[in-house]
């Protein structure tokens, strides 16, 4: 599943006709880099491979001003089918992507795990700061926004909001858990 495939395909077949540029302030005001896995500096990579594949056309050439020429992109057919394609794994296909955090905890360094308490309170003051920093911007937005786009937006707060209650669930238990790793280091001593 491309999210940027998605998002450009999605953006030409809902918004019309569009050079490069205007994608990429369509990106910039909907903040995509903020709430999706795109890098609004990808997206003229990402055009010239939908291009290639035959997914988007170049309708024209425009030129605005001293601005440079800029190729005006449209969704082919099989452009269509392949966002179609997209749509419906985004919706159906869950994607939860692996945490290097977690292999971190599953390999720690036996000889100093006295330090671990701390790395997790320091990860869980970060996550409590992020958790704020999002509710706070959804504050201000959220006037902005039409009730689908807040539940979208909503989505990054309430994935925060587990991850804080699984790293207090996990430094509520770590005494007991370093104690393990302890007697498992001392077994195979």
């Given at each position: 599943?491309?999210?940027?495939?998605?998002?450009?395909?999605?953006?030409?077949?809902?918004?019309?006709?569009?050079?490069?540029?205007?994608?990429?302030?369509?990106?910039?005001?909907?903040?995509?880099?903020?709430?999706?896995?795109?890098?609004?500096?990808?997206?003229?990579?990402?055009?010239?491979?939908?291009?290639?594949?035959?997914?988007?056309?170049?309708?024209?050439?425009?030129?605005?001003?001293?601005?440079?020429?800029?190729?005006?992109?449209?969704i082919t057919t099989a452009g269509r089918i392949?966002?179609?394609?997209?749509?419906?794994?985004?919706?159906?296909?869950?994607?939860?992507?692996?945490?290097?955090?977690?292999?971190?905890?599953?390999?720690?360094?036996?000889?100093?795990?006295?330090?671990?308490?701390?790395?997790?309170?320091?990860?869980?003051?970060?996550?409590?700061?992020?958790?704020?920093?999002?509710?706070?911007?959804?504050?201000?937005?959220?006037?902005?926004?039409?009730?689908?786009?807040?539940?979208?937006?909503?989505?990054?707060?309430?994935?925060?909001?587990?991850?804080?209650?699984?790293?207090?669930?996990?430094?509520?238990?770590?005494?007991?858990?370093?104690?393990?790793?302890?007697?498992?280091?001392?077994?195979?001593?």
């Amino acid at each position: 599943m491309s999210s940027i495939r998605l998002y450009i395909l999605g953006a030409l077949a809902d918004e019309g006709d569009m050079h490069g540029h205007q994608l990429r302030q369509l990106a910039e005001k909907e903040h995509i880099d903020e709430w999706t896995d795109i890098s609004v500096g990808a997206l003229y990579g990402a055009i010239k491979r939908l291009h290639a594949e035959g997914l988007i056309d170049e309708l024209r050439v425009e030129r605005e001003g001293a601005y440079p020429e800029r190729q005006v992109w449209t969704i082919t057919t099989a452009g269509r089918i392949a966002l179609a394609k997209l749509r419906e794994d985004g919706l159906t296909r869950i994607v939860i992507r692996a945490d290097p955090f977690d292999l971190a905890v599953s390999r720690l360094d036996l000889d100093r795990l006295d330090e671990v308490p701390a790395m997790l309170q320091n990860r869980l003051a970060q996550l409590r700061v992020l958790l704020a920093q999002d509710e706070v911007k959804l504050d201000l937005i959220s006037r902005y926004l039409t009730p689908l786009e807040l539940m979208v937006m909503s989505h990054k707060t309430d994935r925060l909001r587990a991850d804080i209650a699984w790293h207090e669930k996990l430094l509520s238990r770590l005494p007991e858990l370093l104690d393990e790793e302890r007697t498992r280091k001392a077994a195979s001593s």
